[in-house]
């Protein structure tokens, strides 16, 4: 099993920018996450999808954030535009189900994005 | 609110035990979870408790007490592969993730 990949691993661009972050979960999942963590605030949910439609965008910070998942094996996570404080890892995970023990949700190895 | 509370950092020595704590104030409570992370890697799964009482996972075990809002995590037998930053989730239909124990552990 090849895990949740995600790309680029790193991305450095000047505010204002426009940063498109992408996922690929894990075959099979129902269940796709996006967080974002900081030193500060630690890891927080940004958005979750069941079966390809967004159920909880509470987490999205503001209209500058939007995510879609056009299919159930492809994810996107774009900031437009950015700005310095968005900066942070971003991870994306995936679950056969919301949460249980023996399904655990998997992580990516995460998107370090740093906006000058 | 969601309120989840750990330590920010703890040290220990090689071959002891060490215990993370976890308290939490959420509106609702499915289960929770305990992550691994080390620096510059991805959470990985530890364990899950839904029910009051004790989890044991070889050297890891995990304790719940819904009514008291608390949790932590034991590690036995330390190895330096144990450091690494622990983090506490609570599932309230979403996870909601404290901020990380950094565990460092000495030779």
């Known amino acids: 099993d090849a895990g949740v990949i995600q790309s680029p691993r790193h991305e450095v661009t000047e505010m204002g920018q426009e940063v498109t972050l992408r996922c690929k979960p894990i075959?099979?999942?129902?269940?796709l996450f996006w967080y974002r963590q900081t030193m500060m605030r630690g890891l927080e949910l940004l958005i979750y999808f069941n079966n390809n439609v967004p159920i909880d965008d509470s987490g999205m910070p503001e209209d500058r954030f939007s995510a879609k998942m056009p299919n159930a094996s492809f994810s996107t996570l774009k900031i437009q535009p950015s700005e310095p404080r968005d900066s942070a890892v971003y991870f994306c995970?995936?679950?056969?189900?919301?949460?249980?023990?023996?399904?655990?949700?998997?992580f990516g190895d995460g998107t370090r994005l740093s906006i000058l | 609110g969601q309120n989840i509370d750990q330590p920010t950092e703890m040290t220990a020595t090689e071959g002891a035990i060490v215990q993370i704590n976890c308290t939490y104030q959420?509106?609702?409570?499915?289960?929770l979870f305990w992550y691994q992370q080390h620096a510059g890697e991805a959470p990985t799964f530890l364990s899950y408790n839904v029910l009051d009482g004790l989890e044991e996972k070889g050297r890891f075990s995990s304790f719940l007490s819904r009514s008291k809002g608390y949790s932590y995590l034991l590690l036995k037998e330390l190895q330096m592969k144990d450091s690494a930053s622990y983090l506490c989730?609570?599932?309230?239909?979403?996870?909601?993730f404290g901020t990380g124990t950094r565990l460092q552990v000495f030779p």
């Open positions: 959420t509106s609702g409570f499915n289960g």
């Open positions: 075959s099979g999942h129902d269940y």
């Open positions: 989730a609570v599932d309230t239909d979403k996870l909601i």
């Open positions: 995970a995936s679950s056969l189900y919301r949460a249980s023990d023996d399904q655990p949700q998997h």
